[in-house]
């Protein structure tokens, strides 16, 4: 059974940092990409950043781009999300996604609010 878990959503100020992480189960974690994405409030989701299979080449959003860093551990079957310098408009609700040729998993989301 496929299995993605978001953990370490939450409510942050203006600046500040949180750290997400993914913990997947069920498929060979190391031949899928990995991605995370967010839909904020009223919006669509988006993709945010994604890594490839071996973790050596990652892409981001421009308005996330030298802020976030995406980063996995395939012993650990685990995929991250650093967040630094968080605006209010990186509130969302934040997936991660598994995806390889037709497959494509994702977990439940984690909530993530800016605000002072």
């Known amino acids: 059974q496929v299995q993605l878990v978001e953990s370490g959503g939450g409510l942050v100020q203006p600046g500040g940092s949180l750290r997400l992480s993914c913990a997947a189960s069920?498929?060979?974690?190391?031949?899928?990409?990995m991605s995370w994405h967010r839909q904020p409030p009223g919006k669509e989701r988006e993709l945010v950043a994604a890594?490839?299979?071996?973790?050596?080449?990652?892409s981001y959003r421009d308005s996330v781009r030298g802020r976030f860093t995406v980063s996995r551990d395939n012993a650990k079957n685990t995929v991250w999300l650093q967040m630094n310098s968080l605006k209010p408009e990186d509130t969302a609700v934040y997936y991660c996604?598994?995806?390889?040729?037709?497959?494509?998993?994702w977990g439940q989301g984690t909530q993530v609010t800016v605000s002072s």
């Open positions: 996604n598994a995806g390889r040729f037709s497959q494509n998993y």
């Open positions: 069920g498929f060979t974690f190391g031949t899928y990409i």
């Open positions: 890594i490839s299979q071996t973790g050596t080449s990652t």
